[in-house]
């Protein structure tokens, strides 16, 4: 390819989006482009429609989003429906108006039922009541992907349009939000026991029981497995995916309990205090596996496994905390 040909990766200061920016760039023929939030604000219609003109991107990778932990989802349900399906719906539909013939959205594991049977498959989708915490953003990542399928549907023949949707499980790694309120389980933990080596606490409280399970994935396998996706010709893709069900389930192949992971991260860390699980508070789903069979058939598979993937995240927490 030309190295005139130009990918937009949307949300490139987010975890995921900065690790499939590190991923282009070392394939080296792609000019990338990148907004800031304070350059382009994805929820400004006309803003994003004038970025799409001016720039006129071949490819797209929808990884911005507005993210967070269950006590961010229970806190700002309203900034995260209406954020997340105003980015999404402004950056689709602007790369169809600009001849955007193919872009990749990126969704997460909570669009599944709360009870879906485990590990989740893709047409596990709307067959059941969603996670009462995070669905106002699960319901925003579904409409992502309806509104990818709904493009391809009336577009696809008479415009080439083919845009795909990954759905990844827990991600982690270098770049994750690692604020003590608003993070994700292992970055909230990462920097919860790292706070409490260097306090010499004797113990440190984790939110629940400590028995859901959770499967995770390190961000730059996931980074991997979106451009394998978004590179796929377009008769591999379909061969394995149907137009209402056309989402591609991203993640470890395995789960762990968060008592597990817990005990994993303090060894990482370095702390030799008690673990104590406070049970007031809310546990969220009690599993989230993904059955991750559709990518594996189409020649992907996690590298990174849980150890050394902690490790690298804690490097990368000290880096930008130093002590």
């Avoid at 800031?36 to 071949?58: G, I, M, R, S, Y």
């Avoid at 999404?88 to 872009?103: G, H, M, P, S, Y």
């Avoid at 699960?138 to 391809?152: H, V």
């Avoid at 994935?217 to 451009?227: E, G, I, K, N, T």
């Amino acid at each position: 390819m030309s190295t005139q040909f130009k990918i937009y990766v949307a949300g490139h200061r987010g975890m995921v989006g900065s690790a499939i920016c590190r991923n282009l760039q070392q394939q080296g023929q792609f000019r990338l482009l990148t907004r800031t939030h304070a350059e382009l604000d994805l929820t400004n219609q006309a803003a994003v429609q004038a970025f799409f003109a001016q720039e006129k991107p071949d490819q797209v990778y929808l990884a911005a989003a507005k993210v967070g932990g269950i006590h961010a989802n229970n806190s700002y349900p309203a900034d995260f429906i209406y954020q997340n399906l105003m980015m999404q719906a402004n950056v689709i539909e602007a790369a169809f108006q600009n001849d955007v013939k193919r872009l990749l959205f990126l969704g997460s594991s909570c669009i599944y039922p709360r009870m879906a049977t485990q590990p989740m498959r893709e047409d596990a989708l709307l067959t059941g009541t969603l996670e009462p915490t995070n669905e106002p953003y699960a319901i925003a990542k579904i409409a992502g992907i309806k509104l990818c399928e709904s493009y391809n549907r009336q577009y696809g023949s008479s415009h080439g349009v083919d845009y795909r949707s990954v759905m990844p499980t827990n991600l982690y790694g270098p770049g994750d939000n690692y604020h003590p309120e608003n993070s994700h389980v292992i970055p909230a933990l990462i920097r919860r026991f790292h706070e409490a080596k260097l306090a010499n606490a004797s113990s440190v409280a984790i939110w629940g029981t400590g028995t859901p399970r959770r499967e995770f994935l390190y961000v730059d396998d996931m980074a991997a497995a979106s451009v394998h996706v978004m590179q796929l010709p377009k008769a591999t893709y379909d061969q394995h995916t149907t137009p209402m069900q056309s989402h591609i389930n991203v993640g470890s192949g395995s789960d762990v309990t968060i008592a597990e992971v817990a005990q994993a991260i303090a060894q990482t860390v370095g702390y030799v205090g008690q673990i104590e699980f406070d049970t007031t508070k809310p546990d969220g789903a009690l599993r989230k596996w993904m059955d991750s069979t559709r990518v594996n058939n189409l020649g992907w598979q996690a590298q990174v496994n849980l150890h050394d993937g902690l490790a690298l995240a804690y490097q990368n927490f000290l880096a930008r905390n130093p002590l």
